[in-house]
């Protein structure tokens, strides 16, 4: 019995693989249309492959999206504030606290900074690993106006290679007590705004500890830290309520907003302070009495400027 021979499938497999190709591309398009569209007019698509926020192929996963949006969010806060520094020719100079990586300075630098020309950008961070590759990404961008050095931000406010005042102090989720010292960094550079986004927040809550049993015996307010949960939240609020004070009675209009949904982000308290000059005498007090109320003064009373009777 013959064999017939199989007819030749090549042209259809042909047309299959064409099909799946171009479906492929039109998929790949697609997402990079879709990049693309969350990204800012103007945005270096190269710098965020180098930050490591795109993927080589130029993809975002859901971490990196997280990081852009939390700092595009900031952005928005800080672009106004250098326009308006800048309006008149001045030469913004920028103090970028707890850079880590240097997210927020690279983009800052990248959407603002470089079209303007001029203008400065201190990124201050303690890990020298960190502070090295930040030099050399600056270094192989061009962004000859960006300037990174390894200390600490508490050592920031004396060290005689950082000019005498800065324009706008940031602190992006700087540690604990780092968000104090930037804000002191602030006030000892005359600063004209500060971007502060609080980050965990250890020290209130020791205090609160360690007073508890006698807290608990003096008023029935010291139920609010009993459970360790509740103290970590207290601590924390409490935290940000004595710096936002303690920036109005150093002469600062305090705005404290959002950064981005809490879905993206549980550190996500944005404090905007603008400069006006006018100490608020009452902002003091309040200051005084809260950390009187809690037991705070001798622990924490120097660092506001309140002194033990």
Excluded at 33 to 47: D, F
Excluded at 106 to 122: H, N, Q, V
Excluded at 173 to 180: E, I, K, L
Aim: aromatic share 6%; proline share 3%.
């Amino acid at each position: 019995m013959s064999r017939h021979p199989v007819p030749a499938r090549q042209p259809q497999d042909a047309r299959a693989k064409e099909g799946l190709r171009q479906k492929g591309a039109a998929a790949a398009q697609a997402a990079d249309a879709a990049v693309l569209a969350e990204l800012r007019p103007g945005q270096s698509v190269e710098l965020l492959k180098e930050l490591h926020i795109l993927t080589r192929e130029g993809r975002l996963n859901q971490d990196s999206r997280r990081k852009l949006k939390q700092v595009y969010h900031l952005y928005q806060f800080i672009e106004p504030l250098l326009s308006e520094l800048s309006a008149d020719g001045h030469a913004p100079l920028l103090a970028d606290h707890g850079a880590g990586k240097s997210y927020l300075g690279f983009i800052l630098y990248d959407l603002f900074f470089k079209s303007l020309g001029r203008g400065e950008i201190y990124g201050i961070e303690w890990r020298a690993d960190l502070v090295q590759r930040s030099r050399e990404l600056a270094q192989r961008l061009g962004f000859e106006r960006m300037h990174f050095f390894d200390m600490s931000v508490a050592d920031a406010a004396g060290a005689a290679e950082l000019p005498e005042r800065f324009d706008i102090v940031t602190a992006l989720h700087a540690c604990d007590t780092a968000t104090d010292d930037a804000i002191d960094f602030g006030l000892r550079k005359q600063a004209r705004a500060m971007v502060l986004v609080p980050c965990c927040q250890a020290e209130v809550a020791a205090c609160l500890r360690s007073t508890k049993a006698l807290s608990l015996s003096r008023t029935p307010l010291a139920e609010l830290w009993r459970h360790p949960i509740h103290t970590r939240e207290l601590g924390s609020q409490i935290t940000n309520v004595l710096r936002c004070l303690h920036l109005e009675a150093s002469g600062y209009q305090v705005t404290v907003t959002e950064l981005v949904g809490w879905e993206h982000s549980l550190k996500n308290e944005l404090i905007l302070a603008r400069h006006t000059g006018q100490k608020k005498r009452s902002a003091r007090e309040r200051l005084a009495a809260i950390l009187d109320e809690f037991g705070l003064t001798q622990a924490l009373g120097a660092r506001f400027g309140i002194c033990q009777n």
